[in-house]
């Protein structure tokens, strides 16, 4: 049996998609709260960093904004791609490393579910900083930390950063996947080591709306951390960073 490697979409794009396109977490909690912190957003360029299959930057883009949108995954950017049309704008592209745009380039990057894939956040903020014009935003979630230290080791240090792994299964097959773990002053931290300034830290609700949809779940989501989302911003000008 050959092993998967740790967070290989390209193994089970298809299945993911599937299993997040109309499910709670996603579609009714994470998608809505990163649509409403990023607002009104017609006519601004945004980054979609880690696009996945692009529900994301395909609402952004029904909302009137010009969406990029990058991933390390070439079977979840063809399922970007078929959903969002030839002409999409959609790049391979390791928030490790350096991004293939100019400074400056986008009003708005948005990150969902991303950054807990990092150990180091560092240079990965650093490039979004790099491609945000002066104002501009970054709109994060990741795994709430408070949640993040229920897997794994039984008692582990919140104060360290730590990685834990854990089998997502679809249709029956299990594929290993490993997250980083980080306390919230370590986020923030981050954050304004890269230039940011904190704006909002939220702990939205689910949407309304799927309360009849998932009258199990719903409850469970709506009184419990889940994901935490941040909004922080370029400062408006060189001399203020």
């Known amino acids: 049996m050959t092993s998967v ?8 794009a298809e299945a993911y998609v599937a299993h997040t396109e109309n499910n709670l977490v996603n579609a009714h909690y994470a998608r809505p709260a990163m649509l409403a912190l990023a607002g009104e957003v017609a006519g601004r360029r945004i980054l979609d960093a880690g696009c996945g299959a692009g529900a994301l930057s ?48 986008f009003d708005d990057v948005v990150a969902s579910l991303v950054l807990h894939y990092l150990e180091d956040w560092g240079p990965a903020l650093a490039e979004m900083r790099r491609v945000l014009r002066p104002g501009g935003r970054l709109i994060a979630s990741v795994d709430h930390p408070f949640v993040a230290y229920t897997f794994g080791d039984s008692r582990p240090d919140y104060f360290a950063t730590t990685s ?13 996947m490993r997250f980083w773990r980080r306390p919230l002053h370590a986020m923030t931290d981050a954050f304004t080591a890269a230039g940011f300034r904190v704006t909002t830290i939220s702990e939205p609700q689910p949407d309304p709306a799927a309360r009849e949809l998932f009258p199990d779940e719903f409850r469970d989501l709506s009184t419990k951390v889940c994901f935490l989302f941040f909004v922080v911003e370029v400062p408006p000008s060189a001399e203020s960073a």
């Open 58 to 105: 395909a609402a952004l883009r029904e909302r009137g904004a010009t969406v990029t949108g990058i991933d390390t995954s070439p079977a979840m950017l063809a399922l970007a791609g078929r959903r969002l049309g030839d002409d999409a704008d959609l790049h391979l592209a390791d928030l490790g490393g350096p991004l293939p745009f100019g400074d400056g380039t």
């Open 5 to 12: 490697a740790p967070n290989d979409y390209d193994s089970f």
């Open 164 to 176: 834990y792994t854990f089998d997502w299964t679809f249709d029956g097959q299990s594929f290993p």
